[in-house]
């Protein structure tokens, strides 16, 4: 059951960020109205990009290099998915600017869905750890 509230945590972190990259890049672009059809497409995009971060992010690395590996290649695993699903969905051209236009996206996502997590996170911690105090003090 935990790891269904992991999932659903993430889902909702990574789609509202998908969301948010895409109305800017929509308002940036002069778009007037969003399709109907892109909000499907980004809750795809949300479900795919969240089942690989669930599987890669929890997996556990021994040193600091590791860690690094670990997430240069999930967010490059993060990317080809992007690529792939934004050709198919035509979010993008399949070709250098595009790829890069959408590798910029893809880490605008990931600062916002980690930077969520970390933030809701943390203040989480801090909340137990002051109910913990309060109960048992500095023992």
Not at 110 to 134: P, T
Request: net charge positive; aromatic share 14%.
């Amino acid at each position: 059951m935990k790891k269904i509230g992991e999932y659903v945590k993430w889902y909702v972190y990574i789609t509202t960020s998908i969301l948010m990259v895409v109305a800017l890049i929509f308002g940036l672009y002069g778009a007037e109205e969003l399709p109907g059809e892109t909000l499907w497409q980004i809750l795809v995009s949300g479900f795919a990009t969240t089942l690989l971060t669930v599987v890669m992010v929890y997996v556990d690395t021994a040193t600091v290099m590791g860690s690094v590996f670990k997430f240069v290649g999930h967010y490059l695993a993060l990317c080809a998915t992007m690529i792939v699903l934004g050709g198919r969905f035509g979010w993008l051209n399949l070709n250098v600017r595009g790829i890069a236009m959408m590798m910029c996206a893809v880490a605008a996502v990931y600062v916002l869905a980690f930077g969520a997590y970390y933030i809701i996170d943390l203040r989480s911690a801090k909340q137990i750890n002051r109910r913990l105090k309060e109960k048992y003090g500095d023992e």
